[in-house]
């Protein structure tokens, strides 16, 4: 059940106004949880980096044994603490719960919505980002902003990134899907804010995906989307 849409690229050309024709505007929100820890080394950059730690051991300055006896170094009293990392596979990871915010900790996390979405051929639900209609809001963010509030129920944990939208497409009818009106998406980031759980609503169902996955649910997007979201 996804959009089979045939995407035209453009800049983004701000005017006051958005736009001089009829064409509707619908503004989205990427909503993304950042990474949580420290994504694993590339084999590649790892192996230079052994590198080059081994390389400037051989010029490093040399100090007294008794200086760096780690023993002698404590005063007393003090303890010892072992670090023990927690782990990076989740509980969400094994059963490949996209429901759950605890899942791909080392990449960011998108937000997808199924239920009602603009422009969807014959009506029918379908997968799609938090979006609204522009009406007669002061400007695309705030028609942003009312898009992904009517989905959370408030923005207290959430960060926009900037006034401007981050990507731009027009939506026009193709031979396959005739029926789909012609409009102009604006695209707009928000990120997580110290929180692992919402209560998500004004849909039929949810899930957090990465990028890798985000496409599949959009693959006539994929080129598009590749370019707009770095990670």
Known sequence: MQRSLSLLIRPHLATRGFSTSSEKIVASV????????????????????????????????????????????????????????????TEADKTNDKKSLQRALDRRLYLLLFGNSYGAPNGKPVWHFPEKNYESEETLRKCAESALKSVLGDLSHTYFVGNAPMGHVVIRPTDKVPDVPSYKQFFFMSQVIATNKFQIGKCEDFVWVTKDELVEYFPEQAEFLNKMIIS
Do not use: T
């Not at 949880?33 to 490093?60: G, H, T």
């Open 30 to 89: 990427l909503f993304v949880r950042l990474p949580v820890v420290i994504p694993k080394i590339d084999p590649v950059v790892y192996a230079f980096q052994e590198f080059s730690f081994r390389w400037k051991q051989q010029y490093r300055r040399k100090y007294p044994d008794e200086f760096l006896d780690k023993s002698n170094s404590r005063g007393k009293g003090d303890y010892h603490i072992d670090y023990v990392p927690a782990p990076r596979i």
